[in-house]
């Protein structure tokens, strides 16, 4: 089991920046992907960056060079900075956690985090 929080959303202007945070009950070690999504009103959920337990990162075409996901494993917190934020950028952001067995992909969510950027 996972639980994860999910903090650092909130209101900013076009052009601001933001940095999201999750933390995570147990080791990052313990986990195989760390993942932000973010879902829009009326839009599909959408995984915007990947970070691997081994520290490889991946993200989504739409938001590369202005997304950064990184990790502190010493506080088992992951996080996402934003920066030149676009109105088309505001969502719910949520945090996930997957892990992988022999037998089973598990995926853990928190409860999501506002982000709304205003033009």
């Known amino acids: 089991q996972v639980h994860l929080v999910e903090s650092g959303g909130g209101l900013v202007q076009a052009g601001g920046s933001l940095r999201l945070s999750c933390a995570a009950s147990?080791?990052?070690?313990?986990?195989?992907?760390m993942n932000w999504y973010r879902q829009a009103p009326g839009e599909q959920r959408e995984m915007v960056a990947a970070?691997?337990?081994?520290?490889?990162?991946n993200y989504a075409g739409s938001v590369k060079g202005r997304f950064t996901i990184s990790r502190d494993n010493a506080k088992n917190t992951v996080y996402l900075q934003i920066t030149s934020l676009k109105p088309e950028d505001t969502a719910v952001y949520y945090c996930n956690a997957k892990v992988v067995t022999m037998t089973a992909v598990y995926d853990y969510w928190g409860q999501g985090t506002q982000v709304t950027v205003s033009s």
């Open positions: 970070i691997t337990s081994g520290g490889n990162t």
């Open positions: 147990r080791s990052l070690f313990t986990i195989d992907v």
